[in-house]
């Protein structure tokens, strides 16, 4: 299951290896975008689509539905959400005993480093959080990865992994020297989102867990 999907780049491709899926988001702009492109791959991907806010998906799914999933996806959706700490009820609901949470998330110590490289010092110097325009994709709502892990260990999962992603490239003003190779930016990337204490400065963090 891939939760506050978007365009489900990542769940259509697992659709495409063969898996089922259910695919949701609350926007249905977005759904009709990945659908798509679903059906570019193949029109009988194992794909269902529910247009809708998260919360509702219980309910949807239906209670008499015991079948729970080996995969939850949540990329990039807690971060948006009024009530983060609510989705790890969710996802107690619906992991298989032994399932993967994959869980990617906005690392607000981000925010911090980047306007410091910047020198946006004011963007800094204010008590409370705030995105830096509205029309940003800075969200509202970023939470700090030690709650995330803290709500981690309080329902039970065990970290397998963690990453960090974007964990240079968005902080570097200047396209030269390496940053003009792609390629080589992301074989970067890859060793560094592995390694510390360079990940914890990724512009998203990674958490693969399971319980
Ligand atoms: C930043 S996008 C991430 C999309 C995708 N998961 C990715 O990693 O590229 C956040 C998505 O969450 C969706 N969203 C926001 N609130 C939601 C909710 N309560 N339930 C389901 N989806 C929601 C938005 O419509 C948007 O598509």
Same mark, same amino acid.
């Given at each position: 299951?891939d939760?506050?999907?978007?365009?489900?780049?990542? /769940?259509?491709?697992?659709?495409? $290896? +063969? %898996?089922?899926?259910?695919?949701?988001?609350?926007?249905?702009?977005?759904?009709?975008?990945?659908?798509?492109?679903? /059906? $570019?791959?193949?029109?009988?991907?194992?794909?269902?689509?529910?247009?809708?806010?998260? $919360?509702?998906?219980?309910?949807?799914?239906?209670?008499?539905?015991?079948?729970k999933?080996?995969?939850?996806?949540?990329?990039?959706?807690?971060?948006?959400? /009024?009530?983060?700490?609510?989705?790890?009820?969710?996802f107690? $609901?619906?992991?298989?005993?032994?399932?993967?949470?994959?869980?990617?998330?906005?690392?607000?110590?981000?925010?911090?480093?980047?306007?410091?490289?910047?020198?946006?010092?004011?963007?800094?110097?204010?008590t409370?959080?705030?995105?830096?325009? #509205? #029309?940003?994709?800075?969200?509202?709502h970023?939470?700090?990865?030690?709650?995330?892990?803290?709500?981690?260990? /309080? %329902? %039970?999962?065990?970290?397998? =992994?963690?990453? +960090?992603?974007?964990?240079?490239?968005?902080?570097?003003?200047?396209?030269? +020297?390496? %940053?003009?190779?792609?390629?080589?930016?992301? =074989?970067?990337?890859? =060793?560094?989102?592995q390694?510390?204490?360079?990940?914890?400065? +990724? =512009?998203?963090?990674?958490?693969?867990?399971?319980?």
């Amino acid at each position: 299951m891939d939760v506050g999907a978007g365009l489900a780049q990542i /769940a259509i491709e697992l659709a495409a $290896q +063969g %898996h089922t899926l259910v695919i949701n988001d609350i926007s249905a702009n977005m759904l009709e975008k990945a659908k798509a492109s679903a /059906a $570019q791959i193949d029109e009988d991907l194992n794909i269902t689509w529910y247009v809708c806010p998260y $919360q509702e998906l219980p309910e949807k799914l239906g209670t008499e539905n015991s079948e729970k999933f080996d995969l939850i996806m949540c990329h990039a959706l807690l971060e948006w959400l /009024a009530e983060p700490a609510a989705v790890m009820d969710f996802f107690d $609901q619906q992991l298989a005993d032994n399932g993967a949470l994959s869980l990617c998330f906005y690392n607000p110590a981000s925010f911090d480093y980047r306007n410091l490289i910047m020198g946006n010092f004011n963007l800094l110097d204010n008590t409370e959080y705030k995105a830096d325009n #509205k #029309k940003s994709l800075t969200p509202n709502h970023p939470v700090a990865k030690e709650e995330v892990e803290s709500w981690l260990a /309080a %329902h %039970h999962y065990q970290t397998i =992994r963690t990453s +960090g992603l974007r964990v240079f490239h968005d902080y570097a003003p200047l396209k030269r +020297g390496g %940053h003009n190779d792609p390629e080589a930016v992301i =074989r970067m990337e890859l =060793r560094y989102s592995q390694l510390e204490p360079y990940k914890w400065l +990724g =512009r998203y963090l990674h958490i693969l867990a399971t319980r």
